[in-house]
């Protein structure tokens, strides 16, 4: 079936350091959603990207749709503590099925 | 004002059991899910209903069934339950498919 694979699985980050996540696709995406998950939480939506390119910026948390439409990252500067949990790219397909990526789980080392 | 409510929370029963997990969402959305999320953190689909008529069913065992009595609430009802079954459950509610989706709080499943 249909999937989106996460880079990498786990990271493990010096509080203060820099931290990536990748999205990936074999097949063009109509969007791209990200979401986050804290520890013990739910799921809690963070932005949707919907152009080829396009670059969106939340305070720390920067996000990025290829020109391709296939795949997607999430870059954070400067990682503190609060930003703890799995991270998972999301789309659709162009149905009614919200596909989750596998997920990055980031922990953060004080 | 929970904009989508799960219950119960925690629910830890026996093998061979039947149980119901009920979820209601406040937003007036079309769109409601149930997901599973297992010991490695993957969600996986398992229903979508739209304006309560079922879109999806991603292979899932027929011991699960869905009932959405209105497009407010999904429950999900599980049969003659086993081990393999204890999981997070996570019900979410969108306007569309391609918007943002609004989760539960999740119900803790665990089967002995």
């Known amino acids: 079936g249909q999937q989106v694979m996460q880079i990498p699985q786990y990271q493990h980050v010096q509080e203060g350091e820099d931290f990536t996540t990748y999205c990936n696709s074999s097949?063009?995406?109509?969007?791209i959603q990200w979401y986050k998950q804290r520890p013990g939480g739910h799921p809690v939506f963070l932005i949707q990207l919907v152009k080829s390119g396009e670059v969106k910026k939340q305070k720390r948390l920067t996000f990025q749709f290829g020109e391709a439409k296939k795949n997607s990252s999430l870059h954070i500067t400067a990682t503190q503590t609060t930003d703890v949990g799995t991270y998972f790219c999301v789309t659709n397909f162009g149905n009614e099925k919200l596909t989750f990526g596998t997920g990055t789980r980031l922990t953060i080392i004080p | 004002d929970t904009a989508v409510s799960q219950t119960p929370k925690y629910l830890v029963t026996q093998m061979g059991n039947d149980k119901s997990i009920k979820c209601e969402q406040n937003?007036?959305?079309?769109?409601m899910y149930w997901y599973k999320q297992d010991s490695k953190k993957f969600l996986k689909i398992m229903f979508s209903y739209n304006n309560k008529e079922l879109i999806i069913n991603e292979t899932v065992p027929n011991r699960f069934s869905p009932k959405s009595p209105d497009k407010a609430h999904l429950n999900l009802h599980i049969n003659s339950l086993e081990l393999g079954d204890s999981a997070v459950y996570f019900c979410a509610s969108s306007s569309m498919a391609d918007t943002e989706a609004f989760f539960g709080q999740g119900t803790r499943l665990t089967v002995v």
């Open positions: 097949t063009t995406l109509s969007n």
């Open positions: 937003l007036g959305h079309d769109t």
